[in-house]
C-alpha cells in the first residue's frame, strides 16, 4: 500500500517539475541559446541607442496601448487576446528588429525577449526599436525632437507599414489613420 503511495506521489510530481523546466527554459535559456558576443554586441546597440522624446513615448503608447509598460509574463499570457492592433510590446519588436534573421524559432526567440526585457525597460527598446527600422528604411528624420504630433505618428505608421502608409499613394488612409490617433490622444489628455 505505501509503495502505491509512493508511485502515485513521483506521478503526480512529474508534471510540476516539466513545468518548472519550462518556466526555467523560459526566464533563463536566453543566455544559453544567445552566442555570447552576438548577446553582447545587441545589448550594447540598445544601450547605445538614442533616447526620444518624451510625447513620441506618449503617442506610441496611444497607438499600441500597453505596449510600453507590459512585463515579458504578460505578454507571454495574454498578447492575442489584450492586442488588439497585434503590435507587440517594445522589447519583442526589439528582438526581432535585432537578431530575428540569426535566431527564428520560437524556442529561441521566446527566451530572448525575456532577456532583453530583463537588461531593458521598454522605453530603451522603443528606442532601439525605432532606431534602426529608421535608419534600415532609410526614413529622413533631420531632428525627431522638433517633429510636431502629426508627423511623429505619421513617422510612426511608415515604420509600422511603408506602403500601406504611404502617404503619396494612399493620402485618404494615412490622413484617417493620423486623425483617428490624434483624437486618441486628444481623448486620453481629458
Known amino acids: ?23 526555467s527554459y523560459v526566464k533563463f535559456g536566453g543566455y544559453l541559446v ?15 541607442s538614442p533616447q526620444l522624446p518624451e510625447r513620441f513615448y506618449q503617442i506610441y503608447e496611444a497607438m499600441y496601448p500597453n505596449s510600453l509598460n507590459s512585463s515579458f509574463e504578460r505578454h507571454l499570457l495574454f ?14 519588436e526589439a528582438v526581432y528588429e535585432g537578431v530575428y534573421p540569426l535566431y ?3 524556442t529561441e526567440i521566446i527566451p530572448i525577449i525575456n532577456i532583453v526585457e530583463s537588461n531593458f525597460t521598454q522605453r530603451k527598446c522603443l528606442d532601439y526599436y525605432i532606431d534602426k527600422r529608421i535608419k534600415e528604411n532609410k526614413i529622413d528624420v533631420e531632428n525627431l525632437y522638433s517633429l510636431s504630433d502629426e508627423e511623429i505618428i505619421l513617422l510612426l505608421l511608415q515604420i ?15 490622413q ?5 490617433i490624434s483624437n486618441i490622444l486628444n481623448n486620453n489628455l481629458n
Open 176 to 180: 484617417a489613420r493620423i486623425n483617428e
Open 34 to 48: 544567445m552566442d555570447k558576443t552576438i548577446k553582447e554586441e545587441f545589448f550594447t546597440d540598445i544601450k547605445n
Open 104 to 106: 527564428v524559432k520560437a
Open 79 to 92: 498578447h492575442k487576446i489584450d492586442s488588439k492592433d497585434g503590435k507587440s510590446c517594445a522589447c519583442t
Open 1 to 23: 500500500m505505501k509503495r502505491g503511495k509512493k508511485i502515485i506521489a513521483i506521478i503526480s510530481l512529474i508534471p510540476l517539475i516539466l513545468v518548472i523546466g519550462l518556466f
Open 160 to 174: 509600422e507599414n511603408p506602403s500601406y502608409y504611404n502617404k503619396k499613394r494612399n493620402p485618404d488612409r494615412v
